[in-house]
């Protein structure tokens, strides 16, 4: 019903930047809050950033003043600019999304994308 498709990942050097996409696609309704997670090796997956429908933001600590998350409601798209990048950035990031449906306009599901890899070097 719904596709969220990541974007824009690689390998960047440490202090660089990358801009991630994920494009949601299907019989959408209506999406609320567009969120991007990272799950790294070995570790549980954890919220990056995430925006309401309205331009509400919220970050993670790690990520505050080194990235910025935005969307295009017009597009069902939402990005991630992230500067200055550490090692430890590297991971998997994940988009999710709020979505309701055309059949169920009045229910939320969560929706993830498959995830694109970002390895930062030292």
């Known amino acids: 019903q719904v596709q969220l498709v990541e974007s824009g990942g690689g390998l960047v050097q440490a202090g660089g930047s990358l801009r991630l996409s994920c494009a949601a696609s299907?019989?959408?309704?209506?999406?609320?809050?567009m969120a991007w997670y990272r799950q790294a090796p070995g570790k549980q997956r954890e919220l990056v950033a995430n925006?309401?429908?309205?331009?509400?933001?919220n970050y993670a600590d790690f990520v505050k003043g080194r990235s910025t998350i935005s969307r295009d409601n017009a597009k069902n798209t939402v990005y991630l600019q992230m500067n200055s990048l550490k090692p430890e950035d590297t991971a998997v990031y994940y988009c999710?999304?709020?979505?309701?449906?055309?059949?169920?306009?009045?229910?939320?599901?969560?929706?993830w994308g498959k995830g694109t890899l970002v390895t930062v070097s030292s």
């Open positions: 999710n999304a709020d979505v309701h449906t055309l059949s169920m306009r009045f229910y939320g599901m969560d929706y």
């Open positions: 299907g019989t959408i309704f209506r999406i609320n809050t």
């Open positions: 925006i309401t429908s309205g331009g509400s933001t």
